[in-house]
């Protein structure tokens, strides 16, 4: 179960009542098990994902079939050859034995804040220069801050 504490001058309260719960079920005396980190900044991550969605929206891949079945866009791709574009992948092996970029997880449990932020630079930049490509920096900024706010 993942629980929220804040810190305060008495020590750690929960931050909401399902946490809040969550602590009462623990007997007085009883010991757990605490893997803990920093939440990172879950507006930054709709900031994230408003400017991949103004991104998606503006790309249009060629027509084109494989098996002769059209082929679609699709989100989940975008984002990860976004990611990937960025800067921020893995090499994997495919059953076949070819290599190829896997985009790292954005999990807040596996990315801090700070890297986050980096990725989030990297994308927009890999966004203006192949997709977005009649934008400013500026330009894109604002269509994210619009996106966010509606």
């Given at each position: 179960m993942q629980?929220?504490?804040m810190r305060t001058p008495k020590g750690f309260i929960p931050e909401n009542d399902e946490s809040a719960r969550?602590?009462?079920?623990?007997?007085?005396?009883?010991v757990i098990s605490v893997n803990w980190s920093r939440p990172?900044?879950?507006?930054?991550?709709?900031?994230?994902?408003?400017?991949l969605n103004i991104g998606f929206d503006a790309w249009e891949p060629p027509e084109s079939t494989?098996?002769?079945?059209?082929?679609?866009?699709n989100f989940e791709r975008f984002r990860k050859d976004v990611i990937i574009s960025a800067g921020y992948y893995e090499p994997v092996a495919n059953i076949r034995g070819e290599?190829?970029?896997?985009?790292?997880?954005?999990?807040f449990a596996k990315m801090?804040?700070?890297?986050?932020?980096?990725?989030?630079?990297a994308a927009a930049n890999?966004?203006?220069q192949k997709v977005l490509t009649n934008y400013?920096?500026?330009?894109?900024?604002?269509?994210?801050?619009k996106l966010i706010r509606f």
């Open positions: 629980s929220f504490l969550a602590m009462q079920k623990v007997p007085v005396g009883g990172r900044n879950y507006e930054f991550h709709k900031r994230f994902f408003a400017l494989y098996r002769g079945l059209p082929v679609q866009k290599v190829r970029a896997e985009a790292k997880s954005i999990s801090s804040q700070e890297e986050f932020e980096k990725l989030y630079n890999v966004l203006l400013t920096r500026s330009d894109l900024d604002d269509v994210v801050e």
